[in-house]
C-alpha cells in the first residue's frame, strides 16, 4: 500500500467516524475514540478488500475512496447502534436503572 491510500484511509476514517457519530441520532453510548477508531481500521479494511477484489488503489482514487466509505460507514453505524445494546437487545440508554422503582 502506497502513502496516499493509506493517508486516503486515514482521512475516510476521520470524516466516516465523526459524521458518523453526530448524524446517528439519541444518546451515544459509544465514546468518539471508539467511532473515530473503528472507522480509520475499517477504512484501511476497505483498501485491502478493494485491492483483493482487483481495483488498483494506487491509481484510482474513485472506487477505492468508495470501498473505504462504505466499510468505515458500515463499522461506524454497527457500533453506534449497538454500544446500547444489552441484556437481549434492550438498550441501557432508552432504560434508565431505576425507571421500574416506585418512590
Given at each position: ?48 478488500v ?13 472506487p ?18 449497538t ?21
Amino acid at each position: 500500500m502506497s502513502g496516499r491510500v493509506l493517508v486516503s484511509a486515514l482521512v475516510v476514517g476521520l470524516a466516516v467516524g465523526l459524521i458518523g457519530r453526530w448524524a446517528v441520532p439519541g444518546r451515544r453510548a459509544a465514546p468518539l475514540w471508539l467511532t473515530v477508531s473503528l472507522g480509520v481500521a475499517a477504512a484501511l479494511l476497505g483498501s485491502i478488500v478493494a485491492r483483493l477484489a482487483g481495483t488498483d488503489i494506487n491509481e484510482l482514487p474513485g472506487p477505492r475512496l468508495t470501498i473505504q466509505a462504505a466499510c468505515a460507514a458500515g463499522a461506524v453505524l454497527l457500533a453506534l447502534l449497538t454500544a446500547g445494546q444489552r441484556d437481549g437487545g434492550h438498550s441501557t440508554v432508552a432504560n434508565p436503572p431505576d425507571a421500574g422503582r416506585r418512590h
